[in-house]
């Protein structure tokens, strides 16, 4: 765990950022969390897509990749991301879909190897953004990362979610170091071209 978590801050040092700060890139990739059965993100999801709509307005990124679980027809996180965007002003144009998000190795892979995105910034919550920005690098992107911190008020799922990235950090390296392929690759996938077009 220890070497885990040392190998996720050095594969992200000088790479994490503020909005205010972080250098602009084409896409802003945004990591999926939980969606209700309502279909609306919750917290800790909502806070990621704001960031990223404010990353849009401000002109730091062009389009807005989201990647999440839809392995379940009644379950369709990359859906309800578009639709909170849309809702909120972004252009559909600007949002694309990825909906074999399974985890975070998987997003970043794909990214990469599915959408062809050679560099983004990276959204999540601040406690899983030293492993995401580190595993899209591992990828080929050149990755930037802004956390997200208002969510800290949910004390109980802040805490949670920060004891589970222990173990998320070693599971990353493992699979790191295994080549595992994606749950799902396939063809490439034009949507990002077309939406930074």
């Not at 309502?38 to 897509?49: E, K």
């Not at 972004?90 to 985890?103: E, K, N, Q, T, W």
């Not at 970043?108 to 959408?115: G, L, P, Q, T």
Request: hydrophobic share 40%; net charge neutral.
């Amino acid at each position: 765990m220890v070497s885990s978590s040392v190998w996720v801050r050095e594969g992200s040092a000088g790479r994490v950022y503020d909005e205010a700060s972080v250098p602009a890139a084409p896409v802003a990739l945004v990591l999926g969390a939980e969606v209700y059965p309502d279909g609306q993100p919750s917290p800790f999801l909502a806070a990621r897509l704001d960031i990223a709509k404010r990353l849009l307005d401000a002109g730091k990124v062009k389009a807005i990749l989201v990647s999440g679980d839809h392995g379940r027809w009644e379950y369709d996180e990359p859906g309800a991301m578009q639709v909170y965007l849309v809702a909120r002003g972004v252009p559909a144009s600007r949002v694309v879909l990825d909906y074999a998000g399974f985890d975070t190795y998987d997003s970043c892979a794909r990214a990469r190897k599915i959408f062809g995105v050679g560099k983004a910034i990276v959204v999540t919550q601040s406690y899983h953004i030293d492993r995401a920005v580190t595993l899209c690098r591992h990828f080929g992107i050149d990755a930037t990362g802004v956390g997200d911190d208002t969510v800290r008020i949910y004390t109980a799922p802040w805490r949670n979610s920060v004891i589970r990235e222990r173990g998320a950090v070693v599971k990353a390296a493992y699979d790191m170091l295994s080549h595992r392929d994606p749950v799902y690759l396939g063809k490439h996938e034009v949507g990002v071209e077309q939406a930074l077009s």
